[in-house]
């Protein structure tokens, strides 16, 4: 007991907590469980996209998404190695994931059906990611916050290339139009459940927030995504599908209609168009990869005994 | 023929080979082994991707026929496509996409070696950029050529196997006729009978030391430089061109 | 199928510019050191963060332990005279 309220008052100072240092355990149970779904999220969330490195429609499009899909995984591994300091290797993690154990995002069992889509991904997923992380570069958790800070860094063209694909598609064709609109329409709500429930009804807040895992709850979070994306996207000309969207001058803030939690829990509970398909890519190439893994290790195996033999 | 003419299909030539190749091994991203190599991967498509980039645009300008460097790649049929039949072969497993590596990669190397001396000066610059990327595309594939053969049972005869299999899209690489000839008359394109040796060498060193087989020259296949290719290019090229076929009027 | 593996985890150090500190960047997974290095660049250096690399196999780090950084630290806090600061140089004394 003495030892937690120690560890409070370190956490309630602002310093930042290291692989090393004592945790209560259950800190690091929620990390755990935390920054693995995360790094779950990054890597599951390169197959949508992938969907469409194939088919990019010019050269140019085609190294930016590669590029971004890129840095998807790498920050995935930057997650996996902040878990790892946790004790739990990457193996095991891979394990949850395919068990079913650990989760990642939702949105990524959504579809990326027509190259607005990928707009639509950069400007509005990747949109509402930054602001989660963002306010997660100050977690209390050191190997955490650092990989947060090289993500949001490489974040910040994410965003921009995925805008600038919705804008030129509205100013394009007609058919570009309603491309556009069409991925606006399907991405929207599935965005702003990105945040997660209502603070009212999340279950693990409470004790992420007062151990400043969490920096700002879900609602917060999910306001000021709302502020700043429905301007950006009357500016190019999209409609916000959602009737009840309106300014509230007092408050200072949009407010929008009744979010469709039901359909959140529906795809949570593994019926969302993609679950099935996202999971079984995932363990196929991990299956696949088993025999190239194996063999590098076997070959510096083989390596470091033939070297001891020179030196013998 | 004349000079540009020639000079613009041996431009496509060597784009067509960095972007089909390119476009192969971007189809491994969110597949590879583990992250790392996932990343890998995605860097070496990248750097092809570009220098292809490089490449067609040049290519328009010497064809003067306002054309762009996309209109190159999403507009060209599959018969004005001259890229190896090598590069068009689809990944198969990772041994496969890595002796299809080390095969193009090292034809590539000694290749751009030389294009840094070509005459033509938008050429030697594209070069000079492309050898350091290349330079580490080879050291990438040989490296992973080592570690499978000399891994594990299962590896070797897999690594094995797509040497064989590959072996004879080969033959190919060294292949002149009279466009390369015109041009390295004016020193603008490369000999390739020296580099054929100068590639025989270092795959021998390296499959040495792999400890696999050097397989023996049997029949090559040949086409690719002349717009005829194996089933493979069609479906590739449906799939990479779609947008820009189904669209038309549209601007990406 | 056999025991699965990830390969080794490796830690990689960036001097991103000539002259100045090697800097922790993060880790890697990796089976021998051409595979970190060249995993060490791919994943850290896309942006041109670098122009030297380290990888060291994290088994080989030995880092001090928490409960003994009273001990390892505490002790330099009042060494004051290890600072230029402390010392009183007479007035209109220049260069030093
Ligand atoms: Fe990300
Ligand atoms: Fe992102």
Redesign the interface.
């Known amino acids: 007991m003495a030892d937690e309220i120690k560890f409070q008052k370190r956490v309630d100072n602002g310093e930042y907590i290291e692989a090393k240092d004592e945790m209560p355990e259950e800190y690091r149970r929620h990390l755990i469980r935390q920054i693995s779904q995360h790094a779950h999220s990054e ?1 599951i969330g ?2 949508p996209e ?1 969907n469409w ?3 990019a ?7 930016i998404l ?2 971004k ?2 840095d998807e ?2 920050h ?2 930057y997650l ?1 190695s902040a878990t790892e300091t946790l004790g739990i290797s990457r193996d095991e993690l891979i394990k949850q994931l395919h068990s079913g154990k650990a989760k990642y995002s939702n949105i990524f069992n959504y579809p990326a059906l027509n ?1 607005a889509d990928i707009g639509a991904i950069g400007w509005l997923v990747d949109g509402a990611a930054i602001v989660n992380q963002v306010s997660l570069q100050r977690t209390s958790y050191g190997p955490y916050a650092r990989a947060m800070v090289r993500i949001c860094k490489e974040e910040s063209f994410h965003q921009r290339q995925g805008y600038e694909i919705m804008a ?1 598609m509205m100013s ?2 007609k ?2 139009k309603e491309m556009a609109q069409d991925a606006m329409n399907r991405w929207w709500w599935p965005a702003l459940m990105m945040f997660g429930p209502h603070d009212t009804n999340s279950p693990h807040s409470s004790n992420a927030v007062k151990w400043k895992i969490k920096r700002e709850t879900n609602d917060e979070l999910r306001q000021k995504f709302i502020d700043k994306t429905i301007p950006q996207a009357e500016l190019i000309g999209l409609k916000v599908p959602d009737n009840n969207v309106k300014w509230n001058a007092k408050t200072n803030h949009y407010e929008i209609g009744e979010i469709n939690w039901d359909e959140f829990h529906k795809v949570i509970n593994g019926h969302g168009p993609c679950n099935k398909q996202r999971m079984n ?1 995932h363990k196929k ?1 991990h299956e ?9 290790e ?2 510096s195996k ?1 390596k470091l005994e033939r070297e001891s033999l020179i030196q013998a | 023929m004349k000079k540009e003419e020639a000079l613009f299909k041996y431009l496509l030539r060597l784009a067509d080979d960095s972007l089909i190749l390119g ?1 192969r091994l ?2 491994w ?12 991967l ?2 070496i ?2 750097d092809m ?2 220098r ?2 490089a490449l ?1 645009t040049y290519a328009a300008v010497v064809e003067g026929k306002n054309q762009t ?2 209109d190159l ?2 507009r060209r049929p599959e018969q004005n496509y001259y890229n190896h039949l090598l590069c068009e072969q689809p990944n198969g ?2 041994a496969f996409t890595i002796a299809r590596q080390l095969f193009q990669s090292t034809f590539e190397f000694f290749l751009y070696s030389e294009l840094l001396k070509s005459k033509d000066e938008t050429l030697a610059a594209i070069a000079s950029k492309s050898i350091k990327e290349i330079k580490y595309h080879l ?2 594939a040989s ?1 992973w050529t ?3 053969g ?3 049972e ?2 070797k005869i ?1 690594m094995q196997k797509a040497v064989n299999e590959l072996w004879m899209f080969t033959g190919e690489l060294f292949e002149m006729d009279e466009i390369e000839n015109a041009l390295l008359k004016s020193a603008f394109a490369v000999d390739l009978v020296p580099i054929k040796i100068q590639w025989q060498n270092k795959i021998q060193q390296i499959l040495t030391e792999a400890t696999l087989i050097v397989p023996e020259d049997d029949y090559m296949q040949t086409g690719g430089r002349n717009g005829i290719h194996s089933e493979y290019l069609g479906h ?1 090229l449906c ?2 061109q ?3 076929r189904a ?1 038309p ?4 | 199928m056999g025991k699965d593996t ?2 080794n985890i490796w830690e990689v150090f960036i001097q991103s510019k000539s002259g100045l500190p090697y800097i922790h960047a993060g880790s ?5 050191e ?2 970190a290095m ?2 060490a660049r ?2 850290y250096t ?1 942006r041109g963060e670098g122009t030297s690399i380290w990888v060291v196999p994290s088994s080989c780090i030995t880092a001090s332990n928490p409960g003994d950084s009273e001990m390892l630290f505490d002790p330099s806090n009042d060494k004051i005279y290890r600072h230029p600061t402390f010392y009183v140089m007479p007035e209109g004394a220049t260069n030093i």
């Open positions: 890597v390169m197959q992938g490195i194939t088919r429609p010019s050269l140019r499009a085609k190294q590669l590029a899909i890129q995984g790498g995935g591994l996996y190259w030129k394009g064709t058919e570009q890519h190439y696949e990869g088993i025999w190239v893994r194996e063999a590098a076997a070959y083989k | 476009h971007s189809e991203c969110s597949k590879a082994p583990f992250i790392e190599e996932d990343l890998a995605t860097n498509s990248l991707i570009g292809t980039e067609l460097a996309d790649a999403y497993d990772f050291q990438h490296d080592i570690r499978l000399d891994g594990t299962e590896s897999r590739l799939e990479m779609y947008l820009q669209y009027d549209a601007k990406w | 990830q390969l890697i997974h990796a089976s021998d051409k595979m060249q995993n791919d994943t896309r």
